[in-house]
């Protein structure tokens, strides 16, 4: 369907006309081609399991764990619509901000490592 809309530009008017308007969704095969994607999906299985066995005795372990926290961290808070500079988090759990925290920034320094607090319950008795 077209449809003419008038537009003011400067002293004159003029038309537009509006084709057709752009599409919202992703066309999928269907059926989905399995068998391409399944070999796809074994390779990158292939070599996560390399890569976990090469991090395991690595001394970068620890950091490349961390890292990838951190990415993560951002990645799921993009997905939410609110932008965290990776920079920015790091410095945040260091302590080392390099100017106030925003409302995203607080909400993406969730730590992990810190102790629970004790509850009655599951204090040993006799301590």
Do not use: N, Q
């Amino acid at each position: 369907m077209t449809e003419c809309i008038t537009v003011l530009v400067s002293v004159c008017t003029f038309l537009i006309k509006v084709i057709k308007p752009m599409p919202t969704g992703y066309a999928l095969p269907d059926p989905l081609p399995w068998a391409a994607l399944a070999a796809s999906f074994a390779a990158a299985e292939d070599r996560l399991a390399r890569l976990d066995e090469r991090l395991r005795a690595s001394p970068i372990r620890e950091g490349w764990i961390a890292r990838t926290h951190f990415a993560d961290s951002c990645a799921s808070l993009w997905l939410d619509g609110e932008v965290v500079p990776l920079e920015d988090l790091v410095l945040h759990d260091a302590h080392r901000d390099i100017h106030a925290p925003t409302r995203e920034l607080a909400r993406a320094h969730r730590p992990c490592s810190a102790p629970a607090a004790a509850s009655p319950a599951r204090t040993p008795a006799g301590r």
